[in-house]
Structures are given as structure tokens and as C-alpha cells.
């Protein structure tokens, strides 16, 4: 229990709201805590009405964002685009062993490109794969 007298307990009221109201960084970064209007009292009328407010159904693409828990759909598609990354460094690599092989062997330059179009072209099927699925991840619920 507070033992201190009222009066006592209103000047430290004062005293802490003119702290809060003065124009420094940590008296505005507190008045605007203040002011939030999640700190705001709400009345029962205003809960009732909220709670009225209720969606009874799924918010679809048309929704604004923070109804759609759009930020998960993002991080999803930034994780699998990773993969195209990936893609990428694989055709690095064969382009590469291509390279090496025809510095070795040189009699075999046609069959060593031929392989490496074929490589490339399943990586090419393998990132638009990745993309499809990154879009698709993009546009979920």
C-alpha cells in the first residue's frame, strides 16, 4: 500500500506529465506511447460493436493485408526463391565441367555441348518449376 499522502501522489502525476510532453526524443517517444490507441480505454459499448464486427468468412486476395497474413506468403516465396539460386550455380557448374572437358578431351567438343544443352535445359524446367511454385506460394492464403 502507498503510504504517502494524496497530494504527494498528484504533484508525481504532474511531474511525470510534463516530463512526458517535453520536446526531447524520449518525452515525444513516450507521448506517443501514450497516445496509441491500443493504451486507449474502451468502453463495453465499443468492445460489443467490435465483436458484432466479426468476419464469418475467409478474407480472399482482394482483402487488404493485414487480413490476409500477407507477410507468411512472402517470407514462402523469398525461401523458395533460394532455389533459383541454386539453378543458377548448377549452370555455372556445367558450363564449367563443360569447359574443363573440352580442354581435355577436344575431339569430343560436340558430344560434350550437346550434354551440356540437354543439362541446361532441365535446370531452365527446374527453376521455371521453382518459380511456378514461389508464385504460387506468393498468392496463397
Known amino acids: 500500500a502507498d503510504t504517502k499522502p494524496p497530494a504527494m501522489s498528484l504533484l508525481r502525476a504532474v511531474r511525470c506529465a510534463q516530463l512526458a510532453h517535453k520536446p526531447s526524443f524520449l518525452g515525444g517517444a513516450a507521448c506517443r506511447l501514450t497516445a496509441a490507441p491500443c493504451l486507449q480505454l474502451h468502453t463495453a459499448v465499443d468492445i460489443r460493436r467490435t465483436e458484432a464486427k466479426a468476419p464469418t468468412s475467409l478474407a480472399g486476395l482482394g482483402e487488404s493485408l ?76
Open 66 to 141: 493485414h487480413k490476409r497474413h500477407a507477410g507468411v506468403s512472402v517470407l514462402g516465396c523469398a525461401i523458395a526463391m533460394v532455389a533459383v539460386g541454386g539453378c543458377a550455380q548448377g549452370i555455372g557448374q556445367l558450363f564449367a565441367a563443360l569447359v574443363v572437358g573440352m580442354a581435355r578431351n577436344p575431339s569430343m567438343k560436340e558430344d560434350l555441348f550437346t550434354y551440356t544443352l540437354i543439362g541446361m535445359g532441365f535446370l531452365e524446367f527446374l527453376a521455371i518449376v521453382v518459380i511456378l511454385i514461389a508464385g504460387l506460394l506468393l498468392y496463397s492464403e
